[in-house]
Every structure is written in C-alpha cells, then in structure tokens.
T-cell receptor, first 115, second 110 residues
Framework: GAGVSQSPRYKVAKRGQDVALRCDPI?????LFWYQQALGQGPEFLTY????????KSGLPSDRFFAERPEGSVSTLKIQRTQQEDSAVYLC?????????????FGPGTRLLVL | DAKTTQPTSMDCAEGRAANLPCNHSTISGNEYVYWYRQIHSQGPQYIIH???NNETNEMASLIITEDRKSSTLILPHATLRDTAVYYCIVRPYGNNRLAFGKGNQVVVIP
C-alpha cells in the first residue's frame, strides 16, 4: 500500500506569509507525528496526534506553529507569519497504534524556504 | 532521554560488512536502542531496534553489549545504496517521540 505522503514537496514563502503543509498518513494509522529538520541536523520532534487528539505539542517552537488532524487521518501543519528561521524540511510520520513502541514511517518531507 | 554518541562520519567498502558504533552510557533499564537511516532527500527509514538481546532482520543486525552502554549496527554486505546518515536513538518505553541527534554520515565506497 501507499506510504506516508506530504504536499507540497517544496514551498517558497516570503517572510510574513502563512503556509500550510499537508500530511497523508498510512491508511488506518492511529498516530501521527511532525518533525522539523534544519540543514545538517537531525529531525526534531514538533507534535504528536493520536487519532484527532493532539497529545503532545511541546516541540512546537512558537505560537506561530499550529497543527491539526480534525478527522483523525490527514493532518495540516500551519505556520503563520513565516520567518527565515522557519526554513527547514518538515517531516511527517505515522505509526499503527499508540502504545509508544511502534515503528514510525516517514514521508519524504516538505522543504520550506522562507525568503 | 539518554544521550547517544556516534562518529560524525565514516567510510565503508562496498561488499564488506559495515560496523556502525554507538555509545549510550547513560541508558536506563526501560530504554530501547533504535536505529534509523536517512538517505539524501528522503525521510528517515526504520532499520532495527532492541532492548538487551541481539537482534537481526533482513536489513541489519544489532549487537548490544551486556552492560547496554554501547551497541553496534552491522550491515552485512554494504552496497552503494546504503550510503546515508545513520541515527542511533535511545527511546524510553512508551515514549512516542524520537530524539535523532546528528547521526553518522556513512559513505559506501566502490
């Protein structure tokens, strides 16, 4: 079956613009994660959903970052008033259940460049 | 979460076994060792994980020392497609997030 998909794959935004990044997890996967990966660094956790409930948002860097998963499947990461330091690859991952030890399957990421 | 230490980079010969070390001297009893890799411009890919016993799957073997303070990921026959950044991650049981660190850039050389 299809893996995790993300769109768009590339996004260029002017500083101050709002952006929305989409994640389609593997069908039936309960858990969904967002990570941010700066150039030359490993991915860093942003937030976690179990179905539609956002159980952990401690990694979101500021209140400009907002994530939702209203129907427990597709998720959107929104960044308001983008800044240059938001430039990064945004990775989405999903896992089958919510017990904490399942394999996380990652999408290809969205590369965001803020000018 | 326990911190891991890996080489910044290493080269491996194509067709030979690649042994990737990881130190996790502060690991606690309920923490698992996970390995992921990230090929250029792709998302991370799960390889293997273990608690204290050695593990093997179709991709790799994981050897964990008896004191659990270090581990080695073994790619039995490295190919050029194994060139990637390899991440050793210590993950407490029940913890959903993965703490990646900077990883080990492994280059397989023909």
């Amino acid at each position: 079956g299809a893996g995790v998909s993300q769109s768009p794959r590339y996004k260029v935004a002017k500083r101050g613009q709002d952006v929305a990044l989409r994640c389609d997890p593997i069908s039936g996967h309960v858990s969904l994660f967002w990570y941010q990966q700066a150039l030359g660094q490993g991915p860093e956790f942003l937030t976690y959903f179990q179905n539609e409930a956002q159980l952990d948002k401690s990694g979101l860097p500021s209140d400009r970052f907002f994530a939702e998963r209203p129907e427990g499947s597709v998720s959107t990461l929104k960044i308001q008033r983008t800044q240059q330091e938001d430039s990064a690859v945004y990775l989405c991952a999903s896992s089958a259940a919510g017990t904490g030890q399942e394999t996380q399957y990652f999408g290809p990421g969205t590369r965001l460049l803020v000018l | 979460d326990a911190k891991t230490t890996q080489p910044t980079s290493m080269d491996c010969a194509e067709g030979r076994a690649a042994n990737l070390p990881c130190n996790h001297s502060t690991i606690s009893g309920n923490e698992y060792v996970y390995w992921y890799r990230q090929i250029h411009s792709q998302g991370p890919q799960y390889i293997i994980h273990g608690l204290k016993n050695n593990e093997t799957n179709e991709m790799a073997s994981l050897i964990i020392t008896e004191d659990r303070k270090s581990s080695t990921l073994i790619l039995p026959h490295a190919t050029l497609r194994d060139t990637a950044v390899y991440y050793c991650i210590v993950r407490p049981y029940g913890n959903n997030r993965l703490a990646f660190g900077k990883g080990n850039q492994v280059v397989v050389i023909p």
